[in-house]
Nanobody, 126 residues
Framework: QVQLVESGGGLVQPGGSLRLSCAAS????????IGWFRQAPGKEREGVSC????????YYADSVKGRFTVSRDKAKNTVYLQMNSLKPEDTAVYYC???????????????????WGEGTLVTVSS
């Protein structure tokens, strides 16, 4: 059974950092593109970042470029999203997702993925 589990969310002050993890079971995560998405209260879900399988290319939404970094740990079958210089507007439930070998993006934002984790809440507040 394909399963993705996010972790690492929490409460952080503006300017702080968090590292989210996306752990896979039932499949080898390294074979697939992994996208990160977020949904803030009262807003639609949006793509944040993606790392492809084919060449490891990374994609970022303009709103997080330069602050967030996506990476893989093949040995742990896990993808990470390192989030630095966090802002209150980064507050959201963050999800990882997968569906294909390569990222499909518009403006650096991934879309079109069908296998999702349950999400982890990130709250940026003083």
């Amino acid at each position: 059974q394909v399963q993705l589990v996010e972790s690492g969310g929490g409460l952080v002050q503006p300017g702080g950092s968090l590292r989210l993890s996306c752990a896979a079971s039932g499949f080898t995560l390294d074979y697939y593109a992994i996208g990160w998405f977020r949904q803030a209260p009262g807003k639609e879900r949006e793509g944040v970042s993606c790392i492809s399988n084919s060449d490891g290319s990374q994609y970022y939404a303009d709103s997080v470029k330069g602050r967030f970094t996506v990476s893989r740990d093949k040995a742990k079958n896990t993808v990470y999203l390192q989030m630095n210089s966090l802002k209150p507007e980064d507050t959201a439930v963050y999800y990882c997702a997968t569906d294909s070998l390569d990222c499909t993006t518009i403006g650096g934002k991934p879309y079109g993925m069908n296998y999702w984790g349950e999400g982890t809440l990130v709250t940026v507040s003083s």
